[in-house]
Structure formats: C-alpha cells, structure tokens
C-alpha cells in the first residue's frame, strides 16, 4: 500500500521549533517532487514548501522564507520540514503530498493524512 505518514506536529510557543517528518511505505520518495502544504481553520489550503525530485531545487512560500527548510533523506525514505520561529499564523494541519512530475508544479498523486501544528503561549 503507498502511503505518507506525517509526524512532529504538536504544540509550541511562539519562537520555538519543530521538525516536521514525512515517511513513505510502499514507494520510494527520490523519484518524487514532495511539498508541504498546510490549511488553518476556516482558510484554503497553502504550498509551504517543495523539493523536486530532479536536482533538488527548494521552493518556499514568502510567508516562511528563511524560517523553514525542507530537506531530504533518502536512506530513511523521508522528507523533512524543519521550521524554526514559529508565529501564532503558522498554525495549521500541515500535510505532506508527493507528485511523479519532477518539478513542484503538480499534480500531487499521494497525500498524508496531516500533522497538527499550534504555535501559542
């Protein structure tokens, strides 16, 4: 069965961190572009990040620039999302998506089921 497993989410206060882990089983990830999105309660869903499977090129949404990095480890089959100075507006559902295309433009065929992110004091 091909499945992302988001884990890492959890609650913090603003200026902290987290590492945002997405797992695959049943497929291996070099192969594909892999993207963080994200959606807050009551807006639409959001691309964060991507990393394309071709040569490794990082995309990042102005809003985390310079505060977020993703990262891959294909040894482990996983993808990271490290996320440093955390702000209130970060909190979201953030879900990992893989897409056979090469780049981060899409479509995206597998989806995580979504980790909880809440940056509060």
């Known amino acids: 069965q091909l499945q992302l497993v988001e884990s890492g989410g959890g609650l913090v206060q603003p200026g902290g961190s987290l590492r945002l882990s997405c797992a695959a089983s049943?497929?291996?990830?070099?192969?594909?572009?892999i993207g963080w999105f994200r959606q807050a309660p009551g807006k639409e869903r959001e691309g964060v990040s991507c990393?394309?499977?071709?040569?490794?090129?990082?995309y990042y949404a102005d809003s985390v620039k310079g505060r977020f990095t993703i990262s891959r480890d294909n040894a482990k089959n996983t993808v990271y999302l490290q996320m440093n100075s955390l702000k209130p507006e970060d909190t979201a559902v953030y879900y990992c998506?893989?897409?056979?295309?090469?780049?981060?433009?899409?479509?995206?065929?597998?989806w995580g089921q979504g980790t909880q992110v809440t940056v509060s004091s």
């Open positions: 998506a893989a897409s056979r295309s090469p780049g981060c433009e899409g479509p995206y065929d597998y």
């Open positions: 049943g497929f291996t990830l070099d192969y594909y572009a």
């Open positions: 990393i394309s499977s071709s040569d490794g090129r990082t």
